[in-house]
């Protein structure tokens, strides 16, 4: 049963130290996205890949926030400072493009709530 | 104004009722997702559309292009589907944007 896995599930850390989150995405999926959910805004979109290039991070605050994809089995979501706004979810996602531009399903891994303090 | 708007935003029902959650969008999409949330926390698709019905089991989720709506529908409602249904679509790009908008969700609780 293939699945996204995230790490870690939880992390509490305080104000202005580095958060690190990884996501392995599903085997052979070639796009994989970063979702930020927090009660305020709901779910948004932070950046996503295909093919381990980065497609679209317009959605991630540039100065603290950076995400990578060192290989296809992981992803990296790095906040440096971290601020207690950055408090939420973070979920990460994989499906794969075809090049014939079809449709497909994203799957979700299980998140990773962050606490800042 | 939300690009995805959801309604309602929570709905409590009895057991066996008729579900239904409706989502507005205002932009162009190649297509429409409903997802579902449980408690704890995880993510699951329920349906993908770009037009038409899909079903799947009690659940039904229909689409209308040119109205720019979309219905989930639960048929004899449960206390298992007590979660939150969130309405996301992938805006139409000729570059072929994938990443998702989402409404807020409709928090759904069935009781027995």
């Known amino acids: 049963d293939a699945r996204v896995t995230q790490t870690p599930r939880h992390k509490v850390t305080e104000m202005g130290q580095e958060v690190t989150m990884r996501c392995q995405p599903i085997?052979?999926?070639?796009?994989v996205f970063w979702y930020r959910q927090t009660m305020m805004q709901g779910l948004e979109l932070l950046a996503y890949f295909r093919n381990r290039a980065p497609l679209d991070d317009s959605g991630m605050p540039k100065d603290r926030f950076s995400a990578e994809m060192p290989d296809a089995t992981l992803a990296t979501l790095k906040i440096q400072p971290s601020e207690p706004r950055d408090s939420a979810v973070y979920f990460c996602a994989s499906g794969h493009r075809e090049d014939t531009g079809a449709l497909y399903e994203q799957y979700f891994g299980p998140g990773t709530r962050l606490t800042v303090t | 104004k939300n690009e995805v708007e959801q309604s309602p935003q929570n709905l409590t029902a009895q057991e066996g009722e008729f579900i239904t959650i409706n989502c507005s969008y205002s932009v162009g999409i190649s297509a429409l997702h409903w997802l579902q949330q449980h408690p704890g926390g995880g993510i699951v698709s329920l349906f993908m559309?770009?037009?038409g019905k899909k079903k799947h089991g009690r659940l039904i989720a229909t689409i209308n292009i040119q109205e720019k709506h979309s219905s989930l529908h639960i048929t004899a409602s449960h206390p298992r589907d007590s979660a939150v249904y969130i309405c996301a679509v992938r805006l139409y790009s000729g570059g072929g944007a994938d990443g998702l908008t989402f409404g807020k969700g409709t928090h759904l609780i069935i009781q027995p």
């Open positions: 085997l052979g999926h070639n796009t």
């Open positions: 559309l770009s037009s």
